[in-house]
């Protein structure tokens, strides 16, 4: 298994600004992948996050508007630039860790976003 | 490509009673199959999941799913349910060869009523 912190937790934001959320993980992991959670709805992969190169990213999504960084094998971040009120969601960091002959994926606490 | 499909975005039972939550698939590829759980302002916990095996697969808190390939099921169940089970639940599918892009369905809201 694997233990995720994300921070932080939540934040209220002004639109036209811009919020890094971080995620950590107790362990080293290759796959680490950013999820969004509007509200209501369930959830959607924005990207995954690449150790030593370039997100790759989902359609619909792109690195001006959420640029990542994967500096290590145990942290990532997500930028949400530019905000505005449809940015509000929970954003979750995940990762992908092998078990035996399959893969599990977890799931952190997730961002709670709010713009006003 | 993939897709789920939860039959119900809300479903209420009484304590005590058998819980039943819908999940159909789509696969051109065999699937691992899971099911999550999201409590009230927190993230996502693993449930059970179906990978290859047995088609009957037993989860945390009670809660246990069957993989019928024939109807393109992995429905959700717990023969007696309990307050604390009242939460979101997804059901998500990702290809056989890859696990590393998970589709979700739309998630059931579970409610328990005393």
């Known amino acids: 298994s694997a233990v995720i912190s994300q921070k932080p937790s939540r934040d209220i934001c002004q639109r036209g600004t811009s919020l890094t959320i971080q995620c950590q993980v107790d362990s080293q992991v290759t796959m680490m992948f950013w999820y969004r959670q509007q509200p209501g709805q369930s959830l959607t992969l924005i990207a995954t996050a690449n150790q030593g190169s370039e997100a790759t990213y989902e359609s619909g999504f792109v690195i001006d508007k959420f640029p990542i960084s994967r500096p290590n094998l145990t942290f990532s971040t997500l930028t949400v630039s530019n905000m505005s009120p449809e940015d509000s969601s929970i954003y979750l960091c995940s990762v992908e860790i092998e078990n035996g002959s399959s893969y599990e994926q977890y799931f952190g606490p997730g961002t709670r976003l709010t713009v006003t | 490509a993939q897709s789920v499909t939860q039959l119900g975005s809300h479903v209420s039972v009484s304590e005590g009673a058998l819980v039943l939550l819908r999940c159909n698939y789509s696969s051109s590829v065999p699937p691992y199959l899971f099911w999550y759980v999201q409590y009230p302002n927190q993230g996502l916990q693993l449930l059970l999941k179906y990978t290859t095996g047995a088609t009957l697969v037993k989860g945390i808190n009670g809660f246990e799913a069957e993989f019928k390939k024939s109807e393109t099921s992995f429905h959700l169940t717990k023969p007696s349910a309990h307050m604390s089970d009242a939460a979101e639940y997804f059901c998500?599918?990702?290809?056989?060869?890859?696990?590393?892009?998970?589709?979700f369905g739309s998630g059931t809201r579970l409610s328990i009523r005393p």
């Open positions: 998500a599918v990702t290809a056989y060869s890859s696990a590393s892009k998970i589709i």
